[in-house]
């Protein structure tokens, strides 16, 4: 179990284009083609892509696990730890999924404050971030739809 | 003659009180974000991709060429004065720059900076002005089995670049072919790669794919990073330092450097932004190296020297003109700030190619105006004027910039396209980009392969279909040999002689 634990977080991310290719690479069999132009037509470019990526993904392993475990360790320590990236990536989903729904200005506030959260390394007090988080907005309100002149949605739907 | 009337008209149109406008904004925000350690002028002009939808295509260039142009150069501020290049084509301007920083002469090292991005821009400008006529002229030659090995010469120079791991560049490259692939073929109206959902027949935007590899991917990477070390009284205490007579060199440590030596420098960094993917770290490095294989002993090379400084920032700023070449003529871009460039490009319905200097020159001919004004008036002037400040910004909190730059990303992204799902695919494409910086992955390449995918594929295929599916259309065709001969030069210099020479030499104890 532990082996295959190392076997993720040192060749996790080779292993994660390796099953995308895959998936892309079961595309190809939909793909159509409305009249012949040949060996070189609708199919050819992705499967060429898919053959050149599998092997080129095979030598990175091949050659990652010839690497001395602890130097990758070493390595993937360096690039530090992904879980702040991750709660970044799932702030930005929820402002995606509130930007409609909650209106540009709660969504926009939310998102900013949780950014600045993120990015802190001082304990400011909550009213400092939450008066930054609302100049944020504000400025942004006034680039994009005032400056611009683009439509947002600034209240809640049904507001 | 006719287009260098259109650059007559080009300075008329930059030098109207709305356009001047755009490019001193431009040239501060490039300034801005050239400075600060982690922000690029490549992630500026992500971000103006949006906002220019709601602008005219002439103020959105002026603006992306001073943002370019001024990006290239700030990064020389941190460099020297913090010894933290605020760009990666500064890195070596910051190990002579701040030896003369630590010997009390930052401000001459500022100069000699400025003065050097000032040559060697202009110089690149000026190169790009006269010679675009007669590039576009050789264009005409290429014919489309020309064009396949054109772009394949492209995508061989992209990956040789990335000389520390091939086998990541290459898939880096193919992985931004296949996200070009999905959606309509382009010989045939039928969808590919749509997995039974409407949303990816149209394919994907390449703002999603700008906005989440150079925006979102950066913040991500960002986190980690730690706050400088230094403080705001510090930065305060470097910048009361610097006195502004001290930012002009004294005209015997120019004679020293030599006209030939700006020049020469200038002339390398151009022909490196002609080459696709290569970028302003390598002009800076080749022309460093050069001057430092032929430098005397008083150089000083890397205890403080002038020389170094000026040839590398004459490079790196000359590196610019360079790159517009082959964006503007194949659509191939230098440098991932030319790759934007060309989406704001076609967003605006401008397709590259020589007829682009026939019939559009006038859309176009504001943008090297303004990339001539911002080397030679702006590079100076911003120094001179607003020098001192520049250091301090490095003191700006990061979780205010971050959180704005986020902001700004993202409701860019809805502004530019009203769609939330291209806002979700600016998110994926960001998480995406920043797992593969991550690996060592560049993705950079990531770009370039997904912009230069479905051209390789179309001149392939036209080329195939002209000659009956005769492949030896590519050996036959003398552009096209001329392409793929300069594919070997290129792999067996870059790749095959640097090993010989390795084996060759004797081991090290």
Redesign the interface.
Known sequence: MSKIKTLTRQHGLSLGLLVFTIIYASGIPRIRSLFDEGSVGTKFLPQLLVIITLSCLVIIILRDMKTADGAREEELQKSGSSAKPLVLFVATLAYIALFKSAGFLIATFLFSYSVLCLFSHSNKKLIVRASIAAAITGLAYLLFAVAFGTHLNIYPVGF | MEFFADILGGFHAVLTPYNFAFMVGGFLIGTFFGAVPGLTSVLAIALLLP?TY??DVTPALIMCASIFMAGMYAGSITATTINIPGAPSSMMTAIEGNALMKQGQGANALGHAALGSMVGGTVGALLLILLMPLAAELTLLIRTPGKFSLIMFALVVIVLVQRDDV??A??AT??G??VG?IGI?V????P??S?GTSALVQGIDMMPVIIGVFA?AE??????A??SDISAAELKKVADKLKRRDFIPPLSEIREIGLFGYLKAACIGYSIGLLPGVGGSMAAFVAYADAKRTAKPKDNFGKGSRRGIAVAESANNAMCGGAFVPMLMFGIPGDPTTAIVLGVLVINGIQPGAKLVETQAHLIAPMFVSLLLSALILIPLTLFLLGPLFIRIVSI????L???I???A???C??ATFS?FQ??LA?LF??FA???R??G?PVVSLLLGFIL?PN??LY??RS??LSD?SPLVFLSSPDSLFFIALAFVFVYMMEIRPRQLAKKSPQSP
């Open positions: 906002i709601s602008i086998p990541k290459i898939v193919t992985l072919m296949m692939t073929d010989m045939q109206p039928v590919r790669f997995y979102i913040l991500m990477t960002q986190i980690h730690r706050p909190p990061r979780a205010i971050y959180a704005g986020a902001v700004v993202m409701v860019g809805y502004v939330i806002m979700a998110a960001g998480l920043y797992y593969l991550r690996g992955y995918g390789l594929e392939l295929r195939l279909d599916g």
